[in-house]
């Protein structure tokens, strides 16, 4: 059993994004990464977007992805707590990982405190200032009806729907990825209107798709652990300190 004492943190794999190959790719970097941190980790804290698409019917998962989630399970077994957040491109995760895998899943933000310090955790999906229409489309596609209907469509037909609607979310997403000034990255915002009212040592976001460490005062940081398709970002806390990493970066 695992006797790490390190909390990892993780998010917008987007396995199934891309072509075959290039998710084949991503999946034997991320198991790569697994590997490399299973011995000192206690937890692993994956915030969303782990999949491009996912959807749990009630005897039938995505096929695919098994290297990555025979890893997981090698972790697990191995005495690593395993959470999974909800993202806007799987945010229909019912219980599959949690029978097979223990894991807990979260839905929408989690507040933890580790040695001391208080962690904030959210995908970041729907929070901020702006895009109407998404957190409204989001209200829609988390609702118990539209999963019921969509768990009525055959899941040939269900699946090539989600993975269309998926790369075209996906495309535009990237394509507007740009770095903005403090002030107007909007989950810095959030970050700073959520602090007037309650503390937090690390505010810890995916979704933004940008590796991104800020300052927001003198003792609080909002954390973007950014993406798998060009950074291999990811956040780790040994207690004491939390730093953003990156795993086999680019020359």
């Known amino acids: 059993m695992s006797t790490g004492t390190k909390i990892y943190f993780a998010s917008d794999f987007h396995l199934g994004g891309g072509s075959y190959q290039i998710s084949r790719e991503r999946e034997d970097r991320i198991?790569?990464?697994?590997?490399?941190?299973?011995?000192?980790?206690?937890e692993l804290f994956l915030i969303g977007d782990v999949f491009d698409f996912w959807f749990e019917y009630k005897?039938?998962?995505?096929?695919?992805y098994?290297?990555?989630?025979?890893?997981?399970?090698?972790?697990?077994?191995?005495?690593?707590?395993?959470?999974?957040?909800?993202?806007?491109?799987?945010?229909?995760?019912?219980?599959?990982?949690?029978?097979?895998?223990?894991?807990?899943?979260?839905?929408?933000?989690?507040?933890?405190?580790?040695?001391?310090?208080k962690f904030y955790l959210h995908h970041g999906d729907g929070l901020g200032p702006g895009d109407a229409f998404y957190k409204a489309l989001k209200?829609?596609?988390?609702?118990?009806?539209?999963?019921?209907?969509?768990?009525?469509?055959?899941?040939?037909?269900?699946?090539?729907?989600?993975?269309?609607?998926?790369?075209?979310?996906?495309?535009?997403?990237?394509?507007?990825?740009?770095?903005?000034s403090v002030e107007q990255e909007?989950?810095?915002v959030y970050c700073r209107e959520l602090l007037t009212r309650k503390y937090f040592d690390y505010l810890i976001f995916g979704h933004r798709h940008l590796p991104l460490d800020i300052q927001l005062?003198?003792?609080?940081?909002?954390?973007?652990?950014?993406?798998?398709?060009?950074?291999?970002?990811?956040?780790?806390?040994?207690?004491?300190?939390l730093k953003l990493e990156y795993f086999e970066p680019k020359s």
């Open 59 to 64: 005897t039938v998962v995505p096929r695919g």
């Open 186 to 188: 909007w989950l810095v």
């Open 66 to 117: 098994i290297r990555f989630l025979g890893k997981l399970a090698d972790l697990v077994d191995n005495g690593v707590k395993l959470y999974l957040f909800k993202g806007n491109h799987d945010m229909w995760m019912f219980d599959y990982f949690t029978v097979e895998l223990n894991a807990t899943i979260i839905s929408n933000e989690l507040e933890i405190e580790r040695s001391g310090k």
């Open 217 to 241: 005062d003198e003792k609080s940081r909002y954390i973007n652990l950014g993406e798998w398709y060009s950074y291999y970002t990811y956040a780790v806390f040994d207690g004491e300190n």
């Open 31 to 42: 198991v790569r990464w697994l590997d490399a941190i299973k011995d000192d980790a206690a």
């Open 139 to 180: 209200k829609v596609f988390r609702s118990k009806f539209c999963q019921w209907l969509f768990a009525r469509v055959h899941p040939n037909l269900g699946v090539g729907i989600a993975n269309y609607w998926s790369r075209h979310s996906r495309k535009s997403g990237l394509s507007n990825e740009t770095r903005k």
